[in-house]
C-alpha cells in the first residue's frame, strides 16, 4: 500500500508543522478576507488524519546528457512506408534530398525513419512538412518505436518548413522514429535529430504570484501548496460527474486502494439554456463543496458552455445539449466581439452572470477551484474556438472581469488552455498554462516536447499542468524525463469504464496500480491539510 511510502524525513516534517503553526498564530490577516469559519461548512463526519510528513525537500536526479555535437539526417523517401505513404512528385518548394513522401490518409499511414542514437539523453526532432493545398495547419502523431512521443505542427501554406519535437529522451541503440496521421493530408521531407537541452530544474521555482490580488486565503494556500510540490511530485486527477462517489472514483479506489486527489468536474448543467431545455439542475457545486470541504480534495471546474437558446440548431442531427460544439450552433462570437451583436453580448454575459451565481456556495465557503474555462479554444471545434483569436480573447477577458471584479469569486485559480499560445490572454488573467493531451492507447510517454514547449508560452514562470489527458502518464517517464506536470486530469467515461466496469483500452490496470502507488505522485490520501496549509 502507498500508505508506507508517506513515511518522509522528519527534519521535512518539522519545518511544515511549524510552518503551519506560524501561518495560524503570528500571519498578517487579509483586510480583503471575510470573516471566515470553515467548520460552518464542514460535515461532522469530515477527514481529520492528513500526511503531516510529506517531504517537500526532495531534489531531482541526474540525467544522462546527449552528446553535444550529434547530429543526424534522414531523408524521407529512403525510410519506411506504411498504409498508403509513399512517394509523390508534387513539387512544393523547401525540400532537400530527391524528394518527399505524402498520402497520409488515415492512421495506419506513416514513414518510419531508423535512427541512430550514440548515448541515453534528450535530443530534438526536427521534421521537415509541408501542408500542401490544405486550407489548415496539420497536427499528426510523432512515435519513438510505436510509443507516442508528441505531435509535429504543419503550418498552413505550399512550402516545406521545419516542425521541431523538443526534449525527447532516446536511449542508446538504433530507434524507429514514425511520423503518422492523426489530422493528415500532409507531406513530409526528412527528420533531422540533434542533441537537445534537457529540462532545468530553474523551470519549477515559480515566480508568478496569483492574478487576482485579492484572492482568499484558502485559494492562497492550495495555489502555494502546488508550487511547493512542483518538480517533486504530480498531482493526480479524475473527471467524475458523480463526484467522490462516482464511478470512475469508485474504481480507482477499487483498483489501486487510492483516491485521485483531484476531483474534476464541468458546470455545463448550470448553463441558462441547458437548464431551460432540459429542465435539470447541476450538482458538481455540491462535489466539489464536499470533495475539498470534508474529503480534503482538491477541486478543477471546466465549462462547456451550451451557448444561448437564440443560437442553437436543435434538430435531430445537432440537439440542444451539443451547443457546446460549434455545428450545433450559430452563434458568431467575431460579430459579438466586434459589437455588431448586443443582443448575443447581452446573452453571454447573463450566462456568465448565470454561472457566477451557481458558483456562490463555492465562493461563501471558500472552496478554492482550479477554473478552467473557454479550453481547447484554438481547437476551432468549440464555438468559442471558431472565430478570430482577438475574439477568444475578448471573450477571456469578459469571463475573468465579471467573475472576479463583479462578482468577487476570489475563490478561483485561472487555469488557461487554449492548445496554441497565439491564443494566451496574458499573464495578468492566468495563473496556471494547462494543456490537453490524448495520446494513443497504452503510449505512457511524460509528453516533454510539449511540456517544454509551454514553458515558454508564458512571460512569468507559472505552474505547467497536463489538464485533461485519456492515458494516465507514467510517473518513472515524467521524472525521467524532468517533465514533471504539476497535475494531471484524467477525463472520465470510455478512459476508465465501460458499460461501469473499469476498462484497459486506454491505460493498463498495472499503469493504474503504477500511477496511484508511485513515491512521484500524490494521491488523495496523501495531501496534508489544504485549508491550513502555510502561506509563504
Known sequence: MKSQRIKRIAA????????????????????????????????STKRTEFNESLDLTKNSAERPQAPADFSWVGQAEDGKFTGKVSEVNVEFPGFQGDG????????????????????????????????????SDKINPVTVDGEGVGSVTTKQGKEFS???????????????????????????????????????????????????????DNTKRLYH????????????????????????????????????????LDMIDYTPSRVELGGGTGEAVNYAKDFYLNQGGIVTMCWHWNAPKQYLINNSEHPWYSGF?????????????????????????????????????????????????????????????????????????????????EHGLHNLIWVWNGQDPEWYPGDDTVDIVGIDIYAPA??????????????????????????????MPDPELMQRDNAVWSWFGT????????????????????????????????ALDDLPCLWTYPVA
Not at 515566480?207 to 487576482?212: F, H, K, P
Not at 479524475?238 to 486527489?261: S, V
Not at 497504452?442 to 492515458?471: C, D, M, P
Open 12 to 43: 521535512a516534517a518539522a519545518a511544515l508543522s511549524t510552518a503551519m503553526l506560524c501561518t495560524a498564530g503570528c500571519g498578517k490577516k487579509q483586510d480583503s478576507a471575510p470573516a471566515y469559519d470553515i467548520t460552518k461548512y464542514q460535515d
Open 100 to 135: 518527399y513522401v505524402g498520402n497520409f490518409t488515415g492512421p495506419e499511414d506513416t514513414v518510419i525513419f531508423t535512427v541512430p542514437v550514440p548515448a541515453d539523453g534528450v535530443y530534438d526532432l526536427s521534421f521537415n512538412t509541408c501542408a500542401g493545398f490544405s486550407d
Open 162 to 216: 521545419e516542425s521541431v519535437l523538443r526534449g525527447v529522451y532516446l536511449t542508446a541503440g538504433s530507434h524507429e522514429i514514425a511520423a503518422g496521421t492523426e489530422w493528415g493530408w500532409y507531406f513530409v521531407d526528412q527528420l533531422t535529430v540533434t542533441a537537445g537541452e534537457p529540462i532545468s530544474d530553474e523551470l519549477y521555482q515559480v515566480t508568478a504570484q496569483l492574478c487576482d490580488d485579492k484572492a482568499f
Open 225 to 264: 501548496f502546488l508550487c511547493d510540490c512542483y518538480g517533486k511530485y504530480t498531482v493526480t486527477g479524475q473527471y467524475c460527474d458523480g463526484g467522490k462517489y462516482g464511478r470512475e472514483m469508485i474504481l480507482i479506489n477499487e483498483e489501486t486502494g487510492h483516491y485521485p486527489a483531484i476531483l474534476g
Open 325 to 405: 460544439y460549434k455545428e450545433a450552433t450559430t452563434i458568431d462570437l467575431d460579430a459579438i466581439a466586434q459589437g455588431k451583436d448586443e443582443d448575443g453580448k447581452a446573452a453571454l454575459l447573463s450566462d456568465i452572470d448565470a454561472i457566477c451565481e451557481a458558483m456562490e456556495p463555492l465562493k461563501e465557503a471558500q472552496v478554492p477551484v482550479l477554473w478552467r474555462p473557454l479550453h481547447e479554444a484554438s481547437g476551432g471545434w468549440f464555438w468559442w474556438g471558431d472565430c478570430e483569436k482577438e475574439s477568444y480573447l475578448w471573450l477571456w477577458h469578459q469571463v475573468y472581469d465579471k467573475m472576479v471584479n
Open 442 to 471: 497504452h503510449s505512457y510517454g511524460s509528453q516533454s516536447s510539449k511540456f517544454t514547449e509551454l514553458a515558454g508560452w508564458s512571460g512569468e514562470r507559472k505552474l505547467i499542468a497536463l489538464s485533461e489527458n485519456g492515458v
Open 491 to 522: 477525463w472520465g467515461g470510455e478512459f476508465i469504464q465501460k458499460l461501469t466496469l473499469p476498462t484497459e483500452d486506454y491505460t493498463e490496470y498495472a499503469m493504474w496500480d503504477k500511477v496511484y502507488q508511485s513515491e512521484d505522485t500524490l
